[in-house]
């Protein structure tokens, strides 16, 4: 597998060959022996966190397709321009299938995609949706009620905090569905949010955790890319609900449950329709029903 970080990608993009194709998507990889496929992460890859989650689905492609599959990976893209050469530089290289893994990948990958016809693009967090580019996303919100319920349980103080990446939908949902667990065991709990404009800032997500126990919260959620909500919430005696992966080592005891995000499906699924030129655009929003 190629993993490639966002200054190396872009040193050697140029040398890449084109490979643009006109016709439908039915023949996408149907004659390649080895499908090559290219998955773009908004954040470098940690032990844990959201894009730990979704290199574990590419894990699993490559568990299942062996020496069949070809695949390449760049981390920590986060600016549309960059994602936008990034993409179309992965579809010019031969990728038959390309995942983007961001809210903040979806324009990039809108204007790629027409251009490059015979790739199957797949964009998690996504909303809008062509003839070659499709969706997956999950129902983060029952995790988040759940979650906001064993804290409102568990909440002396009746004040939870909460820290985002960003004041998008798929973070505000669940920032509501939190406090409305919580008021399903306690009518009077409140919620106190703070937004860090970032996916993947541990120093802003420190003060913000440190900000919220000033405030009295004693149950923290932090929906970004790292520990470190939980990490200050169990130093300053607070309990936490961890996202997208199991944080309770970094938790100091103080975890209360964690909300886990198993992609592997979506990405072996896409990676199998692909090989057996299959593939259709589709919208899959998966929650606690799917297990």
């Not at 995609?113 to 499709?134: D, M, Q, T, W, Y």
């Not at 065991?185 to 913000?208: H, Q, R, Y």
């Amino acid at each position: 597998m190629n993993d490639l970080t966002r200054r190396n990608f872009l040193k050697y993009s140029g040398a890449l060959g084109a490979a643009l194709g006109t016709g439908g998507l039915t023949t996408i990889a149907r004659a390649q022996e080895v499908l090559k496929i290219g998955a773009v992460y908004v954040s470098p890859v940690a032990e844990i966190g959201w894009t730990k989650q979704h290199s574990l689905g590419v894990d699993a492609i490559k568990a299942a397709f062996g020496d069949k599959v070809e695949l390449t990976v760049i981390d920590n893209i986060f600016m549309p321009q960059d994602a936008e050469r990034i993409f179309r530089e992965l579809a010019s290289a031969g990728n038959k299938l390309i995942f983007g893994t961001s809210f903040s990948h979806g324009t990039p990958m809108q204007k790629v995609a027409p251009r490059f016809p015979k790739v199957a693009f797949e964009h998690c967090s996504g909303i809008v949706h062509l003839a070659n580019l499709g969706t997956f996303e999950a129902k983060y919100y029952e995790g988040t009620f759940v979650a906001g319920a064993a804290g409102g349980y568990m909440s002396k103080s009746g004040k939870i905090g909460f820290i985002g990446g960003f004041p998008i939908p798929d973070i505000v949902g669940p920032a509501n569905a939190l406090l409305l667990g919580a008021q399903s065991v306690n009518p009077n709990a409140t919620c106190n949010a703070i937004f860090l404009n970032s996916w993947f800032d541990p120093g802003k997500e420190k003060e913000a955790a440190k900000t919220l126990l000033s405030q009295g919260c004693d149950v923290i959620c932090s929906m970004t890319d790292t520990a470190t909500g939980v990490q200050v919430a169990g130093e300053g005696g607070a309990w936490s609900i961890g996202y997208a992966s199991d944080m309770a080592k970094f938790a100091s005891g103080k975890q209360l449950t964690s909300f886990v995000l198993d992609w592997t499906s979506d990405y072996v699924g896409a990676a199998k329709a692909v090989a057996a030129g299959a593939w259709k655009p589709e919208v899959r929003w998966d929650g606690l029903a799917g297990g």
